[in-house]
């Protein structure tokens, strides 16, 4: 009994090997690639660090949108779209626009000509 259960599964498999087609593909994977794939990881991690912060949180909320939906969406976006938000991210000004300080000078210049005259 055990042995022509034995000749039954091997037979069984043998016609499986054949009849089934195996096909395993087996590729390179480019420098590029992974470069690619780490850039788009660490540009995550910089926009959900951004959404994450407080003063961010708060200009969301003025404008609608739940900081849990912000790093939904940002979640959810390709790793080109964070790429090209992240690298729009890091060229902003880092401080306040400079047309509020050029107007304070100007205001400040007229003060002093219309004193002085």
């Not at 909320?61 to 991210?89: F, M, N, W, Y």
């Amino acid at each position: 009994m055990r042995s022509s259960f034995v000749r039954l599964v091997c037979r069984l498999l043998v016609a499986c090997m054949i009849g089934l087609p195996f096909q395993v593909h087996a590729g390179l994977i480019g420098t590029d690639q992974v470069v690619t794939a780490e850039q788009a990881l660490a540009a995550r991690g910089m926009v959900s660090s951004v959404v994450s912060r407080a003063d961010v949180a708060r200009q969301l909320q003025s404008l609608g949108l739940s900081p849990e939906a912000a790093k939904d969406r940002v979640a959810a976006l390709t790793d080109s779209e964070v790429t090209k938000l992240a690298g729009q991210i890091q060229n902003l000004p880092a401080g306040a626009d400079a047309t509020g300080l050029v107007v304070l000078i100007l205001i400040g210049v007229l003060i002093w000509y219309l004193v002085k005259n």
